[in-house]
């Protein structure tokens, strides 16, 4: 899935006002949460098929970073 | 228009603005109806989903301020997966909604001997996935007013009853409660409350189609089950504006049944 696709999947995951971009850290997006990373845990093998661990996902720290995660190849 | 037959009680404990927008399906006929004619009498802008366009303009009609009370006919089986998007539509529509109550149902009684996967899949849709799909568009933060917002299921005595020929439906509405729960807690944190209603035979049409699943000894044993006699839809009305509605802002998580004594 192309990058831009993906923010937009994401921000609609994370019910975000705001558009998203690569670079922004999660930890300036208020509505990452526990709650949102179940959320994009479950998309992650809804639609793209990858069994990703919660700990994985820890260690994003910026947007792009879960692209790397979930989005490409 | 004043209806006699709602308590002034439940009058003064609930009441709305025209900013507290509340989705109701359902709203066509029986309990649902009653919930929007009464929220919208209340003060609230109702806006009021069924099949039939001609049954939510009668409502329409008969409501207190009938300019505050917004029809949406759809089918809620056809393209149910996208039904958060529906919402959104309705938010973009209407504004921010601060209250839903998924109302829109339909009885099924199958005995064991007679499960089918349609018919049970059609339950289930219905019941569990058509309300929590619903629920999730109203709790997308885009969606609904913020704190204060509040989600309302219709479940049924029949989860609990445990009654012959209730394995479908009273299975259905036992998941459905078993979501409420569930989504109390993950809604908690943004201040959205969620319950659920579980009554016992209410006279609407669907109330009607339950009895004549029984013959003709066992409806007269059912009728006289019932101490206080079957329900009116205004009864769950009365309950339902009042969970949501500011004077319930403590209550979360919580299944109100009423059968006037049934069980
Ligand atoms: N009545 C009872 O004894 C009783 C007891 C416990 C719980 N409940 C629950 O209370 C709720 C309301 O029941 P009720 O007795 O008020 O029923 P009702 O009078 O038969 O009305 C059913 C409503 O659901 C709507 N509906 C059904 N299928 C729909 C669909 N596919 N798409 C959109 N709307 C649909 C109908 O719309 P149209 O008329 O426009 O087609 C109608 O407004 C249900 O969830 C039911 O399970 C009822």
Redesign the interface.
């Known amino acids: 899935m192309d990058e831009n696709s993906f923010l937009t999947l994401l921000q609609d995951t994370l019910?975000c006002?705001e558009a998203l971009r690569p670079e922004l850290p999660l930890a300036d997006v208020p509505?990452w949460?526990s709650?949102a990373a179940m959320a994009v845990l479950a998309l992650g093998s809804r639609r793209f098929g990858r069994k990703l661990k919660l700990t994985q996902l820890r260690k994003a720290v910026t947007v792009g970073d879960l692209y790397a995660l979930l989005g490409t190849g | 228009m004043i209806c006699m037959r709602c308590s002034a009680q439940a009058e003064s404990l609930a009441a709305f603005t025209r900013e507290n927008r509340i989705l109701v399906t359902g709203a066509s006929s029986g309990i649902g109806r009653a919930i929007a004619l009464l929220c919208n009498r209340l003060g609230a802008t109702t806006i009021a989903g069924g099949r039939s366009r001609e049954k939510l303009e009668a409502a329409k009609a008969e409501s207190a301020a009938p300019e505050h009370f917004c029809v949406e006919p759809r089918d809620l089986l056809e393209d149910t997966e996208n039904l958060p998007l529906w919402v959104k539509s309705l938010r973009e529509k209407y504004g921010r909604l601060s209250g839903l109550a998924p109302c829109a149902g339909e009885a099924s009684v199958v005995p064991l001997r007679e499960y089918d996967l349609a018919t049970a899949r059609r339950c289930y849709d219905i019941n569990v996935h058509v309300p929590l799909l619903l629920a999730r568009g109203f709790a997308?933060?885009?969606n609904n007013a913020g704190a204060g917002a509040s989600i309302l299921f219709m479940a049924s005595a029949a989860a609990t009853a445990d009654e012959p020929g209730l394995c479908v439906y009273g299975a259905a509405k036992g998941a459905l409660l078993t979501a409420m729960r569930v989504l109390a807690k993950?809604l908690g944190?943004q201040r959205i409350r969620v319950n659920a209603l579980a009554p016992g035979i209410v006279r609407t049409p669907m109330g009607e189609a339950f009895l004549h699943f029984l013959d003709d000894e066992a409806r007269e044993k059912e009728l006289a089950a019932y101490p206080f006699g079957l329900g009116e839809p205004e009864d769950v009305a009365n309950m339902a504006a009042f969970l949501l509605s500011a004077a319930a802002k403590w209550i979360t998580g919580q299944v109100v049944v009423m059968d006037g004594g049934r069980y």
């Open positions: 019910q006002e509505e949460d709650l | 997308d933060r885009r993950e944190p």
